[in-house]
């Protein structure tokens, strides 16, 4: 952990979400559902993320959640 301590902080953006959730499938599939509810916490962050910066309601249809593979 020592190496994320010099780093800066950066505004989340959708694509940062949804590389996070790539990274914790990963480590799900590696060392079992452990990291389930973590995963499960980002991707109700990507939900949250999009509903807020949504400005047509329909668009939320259009762009469901990635479910982990």
Known sequence: ??????R?????TEER?????D????????????????LDTVRQE??????RSQSVPDQAAETPLRKAG
Not at 46 to 51: A, C, E, P, Q
């Open 1 to 6: 952990m020592d190496e994320w301590s010099g």
């Open 8 to 12: 800066k902080w950066e505004p989340v």
């Open 17 to 21: 979400l949804l590389r996070a959730i």
């Open 23 to 38: 990274v914790l499938v990963e480590i799900a599939k590696e060392h079992g559902p452990t990291f389930n509810p973590v």
């Open 46 to 51: 990507l939900h949250d993320f999009r509903k």
